[in-house]
């Protein structure tokens, strides 16, 4: 009672990792919005006393209630943005194209507390999805960033999320983690990604490749 919900689920969002994604708590948002619901309720119930019978002595408390309807509702808020955010860092990190595992734990309604996602630094070994109108709000974003991408540059477009921090090297040496098939260079030279295969790639032909846990690049 008292924004007590609304709070445990700020910080359940302060206590997950950066990039990772969380379960989608409904069950709590739902707790919030019934505790709002009876705040209200009550609110206007002693209101209308206080009009009717000129009980001044139950604004203090129509005023407490109040201010906990306002801080039910920021974070409520909160919670929602900065799951959003963090949602759409995931086609900077990925591209437009999730891989598989990503993609299931964002469309399910359950998951197991042992499934677990891949970043470029590991697996996320949590809970990983979202709530229907979560996954509407990506693929409307991931198309607006497309198009946006796609006006720059002239004819050909600039993928702005390629080089997020400045390269070293034009070129960089991958090894490839997984059979992937045939991947073709800026020349047209086709080079054939098989398991545990080392390459001499354009840095940003791989980027995108390195993030979906494609190819590993080799630091010496």
């Known amino acids: ?3 007590n919900r609304a709070m445990e689920m700020v910080r359940e969002l302060q206590r997950a990792p950066q990039g990772q994604l969380l379960a989608f708590n409904e069950d709590g948002l739902r707790q919030i919005l019934e505790e709002m619901k009876n705040l209200y309720e009550q609110n206007q119930s002693d209101v209308n006393e206080a009009k009717s019978g000129g009980r001044s002595d139950l604004i203090p408390t129509i005023k407490f209630r109040h ?3 306002l801080r039910n509702r920021r974070c409520a808020i909160a919670y929602l943005y900065d799951r959003l955010l963090r949602i759409r860092a995931l086609r900077w990190e990925y591209g437009s194209v ?3 595992v990503l993609r299931f734990h964002m469309s399910a309604e359950e998951g ?4 677990g996602l891949m970043t470029r630094t590991g697996p996320w070994p949590v809970r990983n999805w979202a709530a229907p109108q979560e996954i509407e709000w990506f693929n409307h974003y991931k198309k607006s960033l497309a198009t946006y991408m796609r006006s720059l540059g002239g004819d050909e477009g600039l993928d702005i999320t390629q080089d997020m921090k400045p390269p070293k090297s034009l070129y960089i040496e991958v090894r490839c983690l997984k ?6 260079v800026d020349d047209g030279t086709p080079v054939l990604l098989k398991k545990n295969s080392q390459h001499f790639l354009p840095r940003w032909k791989c980027e995108q490749l390195i993030r979906q846990g494609v190819l590993e690049h080799i630091l010496w």
Do not use: K, R, V
């Open 112 to 115: 197991s507390p042992n499934s």
């Open 67 to 69: 201010c906990s309807l």
């Open 179 to 184: 059979d992937f098939g045939e991947f073709e």
């Open 1 to 3: 009672m008292f924004c």
């Open 98 to 100: 999730l891989p598989n």
